[in-house]
């Protein structure tokens, strides 16, 4: 199908979509115009990576747009909002207003209602609908992505939950999810009311095989010899026999850049160890130039910041390789995504957060590990079909590549069958709804009764009929039980009455629906607060947040379990509520929140960066995450103690904005000051500029000093004070102005 025969879109669409080089429609694209996703039909769209599907979506917004309606975009990681919007953001030449909605979780954002587009995640909609938000009233479509998570243990029940409420705000409203390759793409169908497109149909060829011994065994039934030199291990030749095909295919001349590979490992660690063994078969294929714009790169990830999670990166990249992996700062990530797209990197080695969402094809994919630690079900577990499915649907760059090549690697005989059996020729599993947990039930029945939608058991019943889960189970009797189970945990905290059978959240459980807490995190912050006197220490709140289910905790290292209990012990004072004895269950769950809390108290305390993460075993992307949950979960805290009427607020307060911008009390006011930053606040500081208001009539050469003779920054950071004059044309650097702290 031309793209010029799709009717319902406005009409500049296919001259913008020409531009791009989209003539034609992949197969997938013309199967769902032909169920009707540009006239306002739902449709679930279960196509392999890489097939199109954004542009499915795209079909499907622009047509409700230029009816007069309004779409929203689900996507599941905050990552891929930015993203999405850019890519939206190419409409606005033709009066398509994007919004993306990244605020606090408990606002309505009502300048979102004058957008045609809104892109934000499903836990961010959620709060919207918590919120009351007018405009989620008006929409006419809804574009869920990635919804195969609906079977995530962890996130999966918000999106279902979100869907069923938006479906039921907007009577015909127009669902499109898009989801990976599935076992059971038409139960999600039949849940939506959806028309389904399901199709494996790829626009480049994908050949998946495995590595055994000196070959390569293809699901065709080819195989490749792929000599390896003397203790070098697989992947190790299959990077550098990816480098060698492209040269040769370029006709022996030097490499552009062209056989690149992703290489999904199971560990943090092993991404990093990857990477740096890798880099040294990249650094052989690098052109001068190549090297002249990596050093580039290693030099932006070192300014990023400097731990030693970036100086290894740093040098992996020097040589033309990479890790990608959740500890990663989310400018060294794009940094990092941005080189491999650009073909300056030649190889990642990524945890399979890489699989989710984020558009990097690759030459070749290696799973090199297919199993993976799991704590809850002990030792190492075999990864889904699904999982792997998807980290090989990386493999093949359209327009680029002759085809994509993933392979899985195998030690022995027994394994190559087995590998066969189990990923090469399997169809992925069916997904499952998670909806009847109990975190996730309690959470969403408090803000299903907060919201209105429900105010009887029956009502709530009638509700839960239309989520995936009901469409999927036979046994709503368990469901029903981990229901009222449920209530009753709401009604013993205050959070709920039911008199007379009437379901009625109270003032409090308001509050926590709208804060968007898990009622057991509200329920632990509120006995802490009331138990605290009225000046808590930082640590004593950090502590309190730490322990609730809302805060992902570090884990005690084997050795550490001594090191915090008598650190349990020094500062049982400060703890907000009883330390449980050794002998309670509950003990160690204490100590790893007081990891947590420490952690966070360092940062606040400024240490630095660096020695935070060799203490506590994390990437500095660890710390903005603890640190963005930590602002949330305390100013939560902030207006509970508010609603409560403990008078220690201003305490709760304090401990927010130091996490917030890891310094000590005096400096928050600079540190707020936009480009100046932790350390940059502390160098000011010390040389006698103490607030904004100081920086706002600072003395130049002072200024300059204390920023290490860095002209722009000083001029960036003299205009964020709102500086009359901040340019640093003409102005010499005072050596004695500023000590040089590091
Ligand atoms: P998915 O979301 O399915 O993983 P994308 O939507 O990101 O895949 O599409 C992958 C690539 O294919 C994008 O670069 C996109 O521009 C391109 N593309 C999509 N549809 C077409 C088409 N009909 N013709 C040519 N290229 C297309």
Not at 11 to 17: G, T
Not at 214 to 242: N, Y
Not at 701 to 710: D, M
Request: with cysteine; charged share 30%.
């Amino acid at each position: 199908m031309n793209v010029s025969e799709v009717a319902g879109v406005p009409e500049w669409l296919p001259e913008h979509l020409r531009a791009d080089g989209i003539e034609e429609l992949y197969p997938p694209q013309a199967e769902a115009v032909e169920a009707g996703v540009t006239q306002g039909d739902s449709l679930v769209a279960s196509v392999p990576t890489a097939s199109g599907k954004t542009l499915v979506a795209e079909l499907a917004m622009l047509s409700a747009v230029q009816r007069g309606g309004k779409a929203l975009y689900i996507v599941p990681l905050r990552a891929l909002a930015s993203e999405k919007r850019e890519e939206f953001e190419e409409f606005s030449r033709y009066g398509v207003e994007v919004g993306v909605s990244t605020g606090n979780y408990e606002s309505e954002e009502r300048w979102l209602g004058e957008k045609d587009v809104i892109v934000a995640t499903s836990e961010k909609v959620d709060s919207l609908v918590r919120n009351d938000a007018p405009w989620l009233s008006r929409l006419d479509c809804v574009v869920a992505d990635e919804v195969h998570l609906v079977d995530d243990a962890q996130r999966g029940p918000t999106l279902e939950v979100t869907l069923a409420k938006l479906r039921r705000i907007n009577p015909g409203l127009q669902v499109v999810a898009l989801s990976a390759t599935i076992g059971n793409a038409d139960a999600l169908a039949d849940w939506l009311d959806a028309d389904l497109v399901d199709s494996e149909w790829r626009p480049i060829d994908l050949r998946k095989g495995v590595h055994f011994g000196e070959a390569l065994h293809f699901d065709d039934g080819s195989q490749e010899h792929l000599p390896s030199q003397s203790g070098e291990k697989a992947t190790e030749s299959i990077v550098r026999d990816t480098l060698a095909a492209d040269e040769e295919e370029a006709g022996g001349e030097a490499d552009d850049g062209r056989g690149s590979s992703l290489v999904f490992v199971n560990s943090r660690r092993n991404a990093e160890g990857a990477a740096k063994r890798l880099a040294n078969v990249t650094n052989d294929h690098l052109t001068g130039e190549e090297m002249a714009e990596l050093r580039d790169i290693a030099a932006e990830i070192r300014d990023d910041n400097d731990t030693e999670t970036s100086e290894d990166l740093a040098d992996a990249v020097e040589k033309g390789a990479a890790f990608h992996h959740a500890g990663l700062s989310s400018t060294m990530r794009s940094l990092v995504e941005d080189a491999f797209r650009d073909r300056l990197v030649k190889c990642i080695a990524a945890t399979p957060t890489l699989a989710a969402g984020v558009n990097t094809p690759s030459r070749r994919v290696v799973v090199r590990d297919w199993r993976r630690y799991s704590g809850e079900a002990g030792g190492m577990q075999p990864l889904s079909v699904l999982e792997v499915h998807q980290m090989m649907g990386r493999a093949g760059r359209p327009g680029m590549d002759p085809y994509g090549e993933a392979l899985l690697l195998a030690k022995s005989h027994d394994e190559l069958d087995e590998l066969f059996e189990r990923y090469v020729w399997a169809e992925p599993e069916p997904v499952r709804s998670k909806l009847a947990a109990e975190p996730a039930m309690r959470t969403h029945l408090l803000a299903t009764v907060a919201s209105g939608f429900a105010d009887s058991r029956e009502g709530l019943l009638e509700f839960l009929q239309e989520t995936l889960y009901a469409s999927q189970t036979d046994e709503d009797a368990y469901l029903e039980g981990v229901m009222d189970d449920m209530l009753r945990y709401l009604e013993a905290n205050g959070f709920i009455t039911a008199e007379g059978g009437r379901l009625e959240a109270t003032g409090m459980g308001h509050t926590v629906s709208r804060l968007y807490l898990d009622p057991m995190s509200a329920a632990e912050i509120i006995d802490g607060l009331r138990a605290a006197d009225r000046s808590p220490t930082a640590l004593g709140l950090y502590h309190l947040i730490a322990r609730t289910p809302d805060m992902y905790q570090l884990y005690l290292r084997s050795g550490e379990q001594d090191e915090f209990t008598e650190l349990a012990y020094e500062r049982e004072a400060e703890f907000l509520g009883r330390l449980p004895s050794e002998f309670d269950d509950a003990f160690e769950d204490w100590l790893a929140a007081l990891k947590t809390a420490t952690l966070l108290e360092d940062w606040a305390d400024e240490v630095d960066e660096d020695r935070i993460t060799e203490r506590y075993g994390v990437g500095p992307g660890d710390i903005r995450g603890k640190v963005d949950t930590t602002e949330w979960l305390l100013g939560a805290a902030e207006e509970l103690a508010a609603e409560l009427d403990l008078g220690i607020a201003p305490a709760v307060r304090e401990a927010r904005v130091r996490v917030q911008h890891g310094v000590r009390e005096e400096l928050v006011d600079l540190a707020g000051v936009r480009s100046v930053g932790r350390k940059r606040a502390r160098r000011l500081y010390e040389a006698g500029i103490e607030d904004r208001a100081d920086l706002r009539n600072a003395n130049k050469p002072v200024v300059l000093g204390a920023l290490r003779g860095r002209e722009k920054t000083a001029e960036n950071v003299l205009e964020a004070a709102g500086h009359t004059d901040p340019s640093m044309a003409d102005v010499e650097p005072d050596p004695d102005a500023a000590p040089v702290l590091d």
